[in-house]
């Protein structure tokens, strides 16, 4: 995190193996409503040899819950990781419930019409946050938490196990906008927007929390022929293509770009490489108001935050080099998932067969 001037991007690439203190993978959680590019970007962590995918937490969003715990199943499934436990989490907003979902942009079931095979495994009997407190409280190093759906899950367990919300290395949050206004209202980003309360706690907790939003994601765009590029690559990348069908639609329509907005998949780069994205520390509050502005980030960007609960507030991406990231991992993907570990970050050998 930087506290003056944003810090300048790092460009993402084939480091992991290079560098001998990033060798130790990181545990990793997902926390995640899918949803498309949550998907895309669950594929992304599991092609990536940086971080150990340990849990997946879900929680309503873009679909109902027990639809968007079926598709982290079934993503996984698709990837030959039905190892990594799931765990069912909120289902409905800390306050009011959340007033409309986003099929008319996910699908009514959530992957853009793709029906993926049913995973054999089931779901984790524990509660999501139970889970993750049980993961942060025996895990040996830090771990690091993308919470990429509403943040009702994290509210949670920093109210029911705060020692173990405390005990989290990095919280990577995508949601809200410091200058591009919102993509569901005027004013708010979708997660956000979805349950504004549980947002102010968990960004006003003082966790080391990095928050990704329109600001950065935007910009970031795949395009038909970074989608054809691993289409072209195995059967796993094909039906992550496939999910993009109804996305590029909607992308076409809401932003005017000719291609895919990679929300969620540009927050796990910033998760699995630290410093892709330049950041700067600001005081941020959301509006939970009953108003035009509920569920806005208002975000302080007159001067740095020197404030013990600022949040690193993406404000600078290289997005050429983010989407070569998340082509190249899907491609390798593609080619060397039933080959990647299986087990937890003990495994500390490089890879040779998952590389960008």
Do not use: C, K
């Amino acid at each position: 995190m930087t506290s003056g001037a944003p810090a300048t991007p790092r460009r993402v690439g084939p480091v992991w193996w290079d560098d001998p203190v990033t060798r130790t993978r990181t545990p990793l959680v997902i926390d995640t409503d899918p949803g498309i590019d949550d998907a895309l970007a669950i594929l992304l962590a599991l092609a990536s040899p940086e971080v150990d995918l340990r849990l997946v937490t879900t929680v309503h969003g873009n679909v109902e819950l027990a639809q968007t715990t079926e598709n982290a199943l079934r993503v996984l499934h698709l990837a030959g990781r039905s190892d990594v436990p799931v765990a069912a989490g909120a289902g409905t907003s800390l306050v009011v419930p959340q007033p409309e979902r986003a099929g008319h942009v996910h699908g009514v079931a959530g992957l853009g019409g793709v029906v993926l095979p049913p995973s054999p495994a089931a779901v984790d009997p524990r509660p999501a946050v139970t889970a993750l407190a049980d993961l942060l409280t025996t895990s040996e190093e830090p771990v690091t938490v993308a919470a990429i759906g509403p943040l009702t899950n994290i509210a949670l367990l920093l109210a029911v196990y705060p020692g173990a919300a405390a005990r989290i290395g990095r919280l990577i949050v995508m949601g809200g906008s410091a200058t591009r206004g919102g993509n569901v209202t005027a004013a708010a980003e979708f997660n956000i927007w979805a349950d504004p309360e549980a947002a102010a706690v968990v960004l006003r907790a003082g966790l080391p929390t990095v928050l990704v939003g329109l600001d950065v994601t935007l910009p970031t765009v795949l395009t038909a022929a970074d989608i054809a590029r691993f289409a072209a690559a195995g059967p796993v990348a094909a039906q992550a293509a496939a999910f993009l069908g109804q996305y590029v639609d909607h992308a076409r329509t809401a932003y005017g770009t000719d291609g895919v907005v990679v929300h969620d998949a540009l927050a796990l780069t910033e998760a699995i490489v630290p410093g892709t994205l330049g950041t700067v520390l600001r005081d941020v509050v959301v509006d939970t108001g009953p108003g035009a502005g509920r569920g806005q980030t208002l975000v302080d960007r007159r001067a740095a935050s020197t404030a013990p609960d600022a949040v690193a507030v993406a404000e600078q991406v290289d997005s050429e080099a983010a989407v070569g990231f998340l082509v190249g991992r899907l491609v390798d993907l593609a080619g060397g998932a039933d080959r990647a570990p299986q087990t937890s970050g003990r495994d500390t050998r490089p890879s040779d067969t998952i590389q960008s």
